[in-house]
């Protein structure tokens, strides 16, 4: 659903990245390891991340980012980190490219995060994004960018109000039809691309738990849990990114930019807010 503000949005509450976890899967049984996040380097590490791949998309080794590559990333700018157990088992990883948007002004691109299953309400994905941060800080790349799929409600919410990060790209079928993976069957490959200005008020604000986004110009709405509709109905998950789909690029194309994200705390549908583009981001990063 596709809505012009004419009533005020509730603000949706902040946690820090700590926070990020469920009671319900976080029990004494299976609880929150102790972990360290470090870059990865050696073969052996990386054959891991390979391993994770796997586990996480369910790919076959058709399309599995394979070892070289992860070796080319290494010594060619990018960046790999990895969190890992006591033992030194690998918890989940974050892999980013050396890149050059069309004015040949550099950013990372973000292209992998996946962490094991059981352990993806435990705030890991979120400490590996802040590693990519500090990295970029260090380097003095302002931007990191990456996509994900704007059906996704975790992973927005994730991106958008504990990252800061913003959206002003939707591609469709960004991927195409031929992937593998089990959780991508079905529906087309439609992506939104978010934008880390990393050096950003916004970004600092985030971390921070503070929102200063003020009142949105519209909202589009989505699934709070898009696989439990996939399941039951796949036509209707169909449904909902077609709207998605065509409402995204219509608000993109009127000059708003996405700054907001907002579950619905008694379990309806989430929420994507927009904004009137300032271009803030850019700007403070020249101050």
């Known amino acids: 659903m ?30 929150i390891p102790d972990y360290t996040i470090r870059a ?23 399309d599995i980012t394979p070892l070289r590559s992860f070796i080319i990333t290494l010594h060619s700018g990018g960046m790999t980190y990895g969190a890992f157990n ?12 050396a890149a050059f948007d069309e004015r040949l ?3 990372y691109y973000s292209h992998m995060l996946a962490v094991e299953p059981a352990l993806q309400s435990a705030g890991i994905g979120g400490k590996l994004k802040l590693a990519q ?10 931007l990191i960018k990456w996509t994900f799929d704007p059906l996704q409600s975790r992973n927005a919410y994730l991106n958008i109000i504990k990252l800061g990060g913003v959206i002003r790209q939707y591609k469709i079928n960004y991927y195409g039809n031929a992937s593998t993976s089990a959780l991508h069957k079905g529906l087309d ?3 939104v691309f978010v934008e880390w200005w990393v050096k950003s008020r916004r970004v600092a604000d985030a971390q921070g738990n503070i929102r200063q986004e003020g009142k949105p110009e519209a909202s589009i709405e ?4 898009i696989e439990a509709v996939k399941k039951q109905d796949l036509a209707e998950a169909v449904r909902w990114q077609m709207q998605v789909r065509s409402q995204f690029q219509r608000l993109l194309g009127e000059g ?10 008694n379990g309806g549908n989430s929420r994507y807010l927009f904004f009137k583009d300032e271009h803030r981001e850019e700007a403070e990063i020249q101050l």
């Open 2 to 31: 596709l809505a012009r503000s004419s009533t005020k949005f509730p603000k949706a509450g902040m946690n820090d990245l700590k926070s990020d976890v469920n009671p319900e899967t976080m029990t004494p049984e299976n609880p």
């Open 189 to 191: 490959t439609d992506r």
């Open 86 to 97: 006591g033992d030194g088992r690998l918890l989940g990883f974050a892999h980013a490219l």
């Open 222 to 225: 989505v699934p709070r849990d």
């Open 133 to 142: 941060r500090d990295h970029a800080l260090r380097t003095g790349v302002p």
């Open 256 to 265: 708003l930019y996405c700054a907001g994200f907002e579950a619905d705390p």
């Open 105 to 107: 002004k550099p950013y």
């Open 40 to 62: 990865c380097t050696t073969l052996e590490e990386f054959a891991a991340c390979m391993n994770l791949q796997r586990e996480v998309w369910q790919f076959v080794d058709l």
